[in-house]
């Protein structure tokens, strides 16, 4: 360790529990705290006295304090909505910045060394202001947040890392209060997140919920009216349900009235309590494969991720589902921190993991509001994609739109969030006006270029067609929880980013290197080389990196055989 060592900590900041890994020897590893538990319950609560209480403190008092207790915020990152303990008012960012800081303690207890940097995990589905509002969480508790990195790609890190085979996998996250299903592909060292569906609420304690009912339609005496009561069958139903996990009956009682009342709970009577919410398991699977374009067959592996998976009802519903045994090496509530802590690695730059490309995909679509003609009516509020949903992230995609009106002055670009056709029903992120010379309709067109980070941020570029000057806007959903002097730094990263993959150095090299021996060799051999180049020069119009990265290979490969045998 040198003097200025300054670590990476991955974090997964849960609905229901975080935890935090760090990557060391080459290996990802779980990072415990001060009572050697491996999980931190997302749970924050203030005492009798006023003082904070964090983790499993604040969770034991859930029941008997519910008023001076809250839990399951992540839900609300983002959304302004406060939520009072005591005297005071916190917004989500700041409970969850409250974890946070629990968890960069005991890393640092764990390390022996201050830890101010971090990589935190967020759903796939998580749009701008949702992960703005984890990156805040991040600065409130004192981490630099190095990296947003999508809770399904964490998974395959951590089961992926082994090996650079083409894999496909279905990762199955029940946690606690969400269902999250990804499907993640992985191709030459790239992995990318090709769909993502989910129920936001279904989750573990749904399941736990499901059998407090059978346990009071089982004791028609109990009168689950008095909050309090309610609060303690819960409890109960939680321990049926973990024994359930290693135990075909699980058993318990309780003293109401001083009447005791005791309950007998096996899987199979378990399972039918839970019908409905077993079969809700299916669709977001359905939806998901259907978006990937992916068929059951295809899937290498299907991954569980989150507690709730432990149940034997949910692991059997998966073997069914996909006629195969899920994977399940890793413990499920542990496989996204430990992903984090791969990815902490990797911007650490430690050697074992060079071969690592990391891609992921944009969770929504990113566009401009137009006006389309229809005769001699003009109507806008239409929207227009720019970059699509499910893309991939980074990308910089650039787009031309031409004037509707005679003598139009400027044009307005007001860029939305969605996936609607009207703008309307769209999220509206910001907009800006640009200047044009007046000409008539048509005659003025306008370069609209799209920049968007793997960090989240997003570049507007405009440029008239003709003139030298460009407008540019960076969308920030969210200032204030940025500085100034961050911003400039992203603007340096997206700088770096903003070139074409026809630009790039390797891409040009071997390029110019096929052009080169097509000029050299004749017959067969130089029509071979010319298809190769064509799929190239095709994938890189397509600025697909997959594409880009399979004919790069075959081009390669093409390029060395004929070397060999001249
Ligand atoms: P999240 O990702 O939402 O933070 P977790 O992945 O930690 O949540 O999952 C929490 C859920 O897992 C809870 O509903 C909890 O009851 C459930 N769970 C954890 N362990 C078990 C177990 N052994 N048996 C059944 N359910 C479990
Ligand atoms: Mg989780």
Redesign the pocket.
């Given at each position: 360790m040198t003097e200025n060592f300054s670590p990476i900590i991955g974090i997964?900041l849960?609905?229901?529990?975080s935890a935090v890994a760090w990557f060391a020897e080459g290996e990802t590893k779980l990072i415990t705290g001060a009572q050697e538990e491996r999980l931190t319950p997302s749970v924050v609560g203030i005492d009798d006295e006023g003082h904070l209480l964090v983790g499993a403190t604040a969770k034991a008092r859930l029941v008997s304090h519910p008023h001076l207790t809250v839990a399951s915020f992540k839900r609300y990152m983002g959304t302004g909505k406060t939520f009072t303990l005591g005297e005071r008012q916190f917004r989500a960012e700041e409970l969850s910045a409250l974890i946070l800081r629990k968890l960069k303690a005991d890393a640092e207890v764990a390390l022996g060394c201050a830890v101010t940097r971090a990589v935190i995990t967020v759903p796939a589905y998580f749009n701008d202001s949702q992960r703005k509002a984890v990156k805040a969480a991040g600065q409130l508790a004192g981490l630099e947040v190095e990296r947003l990195l999508n809770?399904p790609t964490a998974a395959a890190l951590a089961y992926g890392l082994a090996d650079s085979r083409e894999q496909k996998f279905l990762i199955f996250?029940l946690?606690?209060g969400?269902f999250?299903v990804s499907i993640v592909d992985m191709f030459e060292g790239v992995i990318e997140v090709r769909a993502s569906s989910g129920d936001a609420w279904l989750g573990g304690d749904d399941f736990t919920d499901a059998i407090r009912q059978w346990m009071v339609t089982h004791s028609p005496d109990l009168s689950i009216d008095e909050p309090q009561l309610s609060a303690e069958l819960t409890l109960l139903a939680e321990k049926l349900k973990y024994q359930l996990s290693t135990q075909d009956i699980a058993k318990g009682h309780f003293t109401y009235q001083s009447q005791n009342i005791c309950w007998e709970l096996t899987n199979e009577t378990f399972s039918e309590a839970c019908s409905g919410l077993l079969s809700r398991l299916k669709k977001p699977v359905v939806q998901a494969l259907q978006d990937a374009q992916f068929d059951v067959s295809q899937l290498d592996h299907v991954i569980l991720?989150?507690?709730a998976t432990r149940m034997p009802l949910v692991r059997q519903l998966v073997t069914r589902m996909f006629s195969r045994f899920p994977r399940n090496e890793l413990n499920p509530?542990e496989v996204?921190a430990l992903g984090a802590g791969v990815q902490a690695g990797l911007i650490a730059e430690d050697r074992a993991l060079d071969d690592i490309v990391l891609t992921d995909v944009m969770p929504y679509s990113l566009g401009i509001e137009v006006a389309r003609r229809d005769g001699n009516k003009i109507e806008d509020g239409y929207f227009t994609p720019l970059i699509e949903r499910n893309a991939f992230v980074p990308v910089s995609v650039v787009q031309t739109f031409s004037t509707l009106n005679d003598n139009q002055r400027k044009i307005d670009i007001s860029v939305y969030q969605g996936e609607a056709r009207r703008v309307s029903d769209n999220l509206l992120l910001d907009s800006m006006s640009i200047n044009i010379p007046p000409r008539k309709a048509g005659d003025v067109s306008v370069d609209v270029r799209f920049t968007y980070t793997l960090d989240g941020i997003l570049e507007v570029e405009c440029k008239v067609i003709g003139e030298t000057t460009t407008s540019t806007m960076i969308v920030e959903k969210a200032p204030g929880t940025l500085s100034q002097e961050e911003i400039i730094e992203r603007l340096k990263l997206l700088d770096g980013l903003k070139q074409h993959p026809r630009d790039v150095p390797a891409n040009r090299q071997l390029l110019a290197e096929a052009a080169k021996r097509y000029e050299q060799t004749l017959g067969e051999r130089r029509q071979i080389i010319d298809n190769y180049l064509v799929q190239l020069e095709q994938a890189l119009n397509h600025q697909d990196l997959r594409a880009i990265a399979m004919a790069r290979d075959e081009l390669r490969q093409v390029l060395d055989q004929f070397d060999d045998g001249m």
């Open positions: 997964d849960g609905t229901s529990n809770e996250d946690g606690g969400t999250d991720v989150g507690g509530d996204v």
